[in-house]
């Protein structure tokens, strides 16, 4: 009997399933073979920590007496702007968001210590966060000034929403001009001093999955430490790049949005964090469990770092005009031995993600799914393939007539 979704969540319920990490699918595929592995295998669990840009937080306030209409106005959250654009007590707050001064954090030109991702941390570690609005008044919300203290505890719903997580392979970020430049990739040193990456690499779980065979809108995943799902393919999805043989993508590739409720959260998995000279993000743990459905997921499942390559690009110079300069590609076995070969140049390399955190979220969802205590689900729809014909489409930009 072929393997389903289904049958699996039984033997799961039963405590019957066999899970492993993708690290451990290597050796196992390696010793036994695909189809042997397919056989024996039930669920494999990947994962990723790292800063994710593209995040952001949704809240539920509740009324206050008399009503306000924060729609429309403007809001704060400890000093750091939140969007007001939704309903009367509806307020997003995003993890690259900035407070507009900051002089006792702002240490360097650009920078800041606390910004959108470190409300969130605070929110999930249920601190008070400082509240203050300004509303222009209606009749139905009379209400012009809120100053109060909230907390996760206190609001209707702290929903977490990230637009584009999970980024299926990235660029190694480097600089070759001859002052160092501050970019959301870290301190890059001139000259090519430095290297810097972002992936779980092996555990990471679209580079598990290349061709979205199981991956899809409605996957169930551990987000932050709580249950999670995806709701989207992510913004800047682009399955079309060109893949290796084993469908492995040799540039940055899909993407997923994910969803789900910060009150489940953990502040272990939910980290504010500062880039110098760029601003602030909010560095998440994410694990997603892939059923064995079939040997060509299971060989899927059974990528290595050496099998996973990437391209080396110059931020010093052709990144922040568009345009990647690649200078070659490396695997991610090369990244993580602490330094490549670039233009004839030893050259250190060093992850801003984290890999052994990575391993821990991977290791927690293998044992949440054997007790029984995390089922699997089947996606309602699937995302678009390297052979939809998506693509991810830049910004042109076109004059304004008569506007500088």
């Keep these: 009997m072929a393997k389903t979704v289904a049958l699996i969540n039984e033997k799961i319920k039963n405590g019957e399933a066999v899970v492993v990490t993708a690290e451990e699918m290597i050796q196992i595929v390696k010793g036994e073979g695909a189809a042997s592995a397919a056989k024996k295998v039930d669920v494999v669990t990947t994962a990723t920590f790292g800063p994710m840009c593209s995040s952001g937080v949704y809240l539920n306030l509740g009324h206050t007496k008399p009503k306000i209409k924060l729609g429309g106005g403007r809001a704060t959250l400890n000093s750091v702007e939140a969007y007001t654009g939704f309903a009367a007590v509806d307020i997003c707050i995003g993890a690259t968001a900035l407070p507009e001064e900051d002089p006792k954090n702002k240490?360097?030109?650009?920078?800041?210590?606390?910004?959108?991702?470190?409300?969130?941390?605070?929110?999930?570690?249920?601190?008070?966060?400082?509240?203050?609005?300004?509303?222009?008044?209606?009749?139905?919300?009379?209400?012009?000034?809120l100053q109060t203290l909230i907390n996760?505890?206190?609001?209707?719903?702290?929903?977490?929403?990230?637009?584009?997580?999970?980024?299926?392979?990235?660029?190694v970020a480097v600089n070759l001009s001859a002052k160092t430049v501050y970019t959301y990739m870290g301190t890059l040193?001139?000259?090519?001093?430095?290297?810097?990456?972002?992936?779980?690499?092996?555990?990471?779980?679209?580079?598990n999955d290349p061709l979205y065979r199981t991956i899809g809108i409605g996957t169930r995943i551990l987000l932050g430490g709580g249950i999670g799902y995806v709701s989207w393919w992510g913004t800047q999805h682009n399955p079309g790049v060109k893949r290796s043989e084993g469908g492995?993508?040799?540039?940055?590739?899909?993407?997923?949005?994910?969803i789900g409720d910060l009150k489940q959260m953990n502040p272990k998995w939910i980290k504010g964090v500062s880039f110098q000279g760029y601003g602030t993000s909010l560095a998440i743990g994410i694990g997603v469990p892939i059923p064995i459905l079939n040997q060509e997921i299971a060989k899927f499942t059974a990528v290595s770092d050496s099998d996973i390559f990437t391209n080396?690009?110059?931020?010093?110079?052709?990144?922040?005009?568009?345009?990647?300069?690649?200078?070659?590609?490396?695997?991610?076995?090369?990244?993580?031995?602490?330094k490549i070969k670039i233009s004839g140049k030893e050259v250190p390399t060093a992850g801003i993600s984290s890999y052994f955190k990575a391993r821990e979220i991977a290791d927690e969802l293998k044992i949440l799914i054997k007790k029984g205590d995390f089922l699997l689900s089947e996606p309602v729809a699937e995302f678009p393939g390297p052979?939809?014909?998506?693509?991810?489409?830049?910004?042109?930009?076109?004059?304004i007539k008569g506007e500088e």
Aim: glycine share 10%.
């Design 107 to 145: 240490v360097f030109p650009g920078e800041f210590k606390y910004g959108g991702g470190h409300v969130i941390e605070d929110l999930v570690k249920r601190k008070d966060i400082k509240l203050k609005a300004i509303a222009h008044g209606t009749d139905c919300y009379p209400a012009k000034k």
């Design 152 to 171: 996760i505890n206190n609001v209707n719903e702290a929903i977490l929403f990230n637009p584009r997580n999970l980024y299926q392979n990235y660029n």
């Design 189 to 207: 040193k001139p000259n090519l001093e430095n290297a810097n990456y972002c992936s779980a690499g092996q555990l990471s779980p679209l580079l």
């Design 248 to 258: 492995v993508p040799l540039s940055p590739a899909g993407t997923v949005a994910v």
């Design 312 to 338: 080396v690009v110059d931020y010093g110079k052709a990144y922040p005009q568009g345009v990647p300069d690649t200078l070659g590609r490396v695997s991610y076995a090369e990244l993580k031995s602490g």
């Design 387 to 399: 052979d939809s014909g998506y693509k991810f489409k830049p910004l042109k930009v076109r004059e």
